[in-house]
């Protein structure tokens, strides 16, 4: 397993492993959550050389930001700590709406900082962006966060190819942070060019559709109850959507049989395959589980030929995939 750095951005630069570790499940949305297991899988990963871990307020909600922090207690240096505020939410859960406000921006960074038990940020991220509020003002705040130590550099999540532009103007982007894998490629268009344009790097998200990329979701029964993959706010995972996409699972899996890897495995090194010299890719697979993470790194050791890149996207076209990302894409910038 060999996990090697890779540089996300050149205005801003940050150097992070080229696999991430997506911490979400392990406090929320994706079935019981076990704190011990989740400070475990960070442990492993660090061990691992998996030193980028992404978190946000929101999760848990705040629960995750508390258990990360726990996790890399005494190991600090070793980490390249990536957050978000945006998502507005209550302990109880309650959701607020989209926050880009400065003073929102300003509070929700002291609070994080807090529960991360650190004194700074390397990656901060607006989650989702705010359209009532001028993106200028929302990063204007965040370059204070910087400016005041608080935080390194800055990042964006699922945010249009202007928002992009209004916002690197402002300050530096390092790093946008969207969905990206062989089921989610809509960021070839307008996105990626602008990034490679811009000199800002490529966090993907969901790099293995939610699972569903690394053959394990054969059914919705696969899930638990309290999984929030069952429900009609993904699309892809339930109903005809499953069946159809499924169809398309079998055939990463063949071309990763005749590779000698997992079909996530797969997955993964199609992903990290898009990155170049113009642009910095590391995306950061979501578990909770020592095992799968285990197997998320071997994808560093995958090399993919142009052919069997050229087989990939023959076996996955583009518009293949059947259902929206989300049920619900109001939030997502366009």
Known sequence: MTIQKRTLGTTSPLAVSQLGLGCMGMSEFYGTSDEASGIETIHRALDLGVTFLDT??????????????KAIAGRRDEVQLATKFGNERLPDGTRLGINGSPEYVRSACDASLQRLGVDHIDLYYQH????????????GAMAELVAAGKVRHLGLSEASASTIRKAHATHPITALQSEYSLFTRDLEDEIMPTLRELGIGLVPYSPLGRGILTGAITSEANLEEND??????????????LRANLELVDRIRAIADHKGCTPGQLALAWVLAQGDDELGVAPIPGTKRVAYLEENVGAADVELTYDDLAALDQAVPRDAVVGERYGDMSSIDA
């Not at 009532?132 to 990063?139: L, R």
Request: hydrophobic letters at 30%; glycine letters at 10%; zero cysteines.
């Open 56 to 69: 946000a307020d929101m999760y848990g909600p705040f629960t995750n930001e508390q258990l990360v922090g």
């Open 128 to 139: 989702r962006v705010d359209r009532s509020v001028p993106i200028e003002e929302t990063v």
């Open 228 to 241: 929030s993959r069952r429900s009609a706010y993904f699309p892809r995972l339930n109903g005809e959507g």
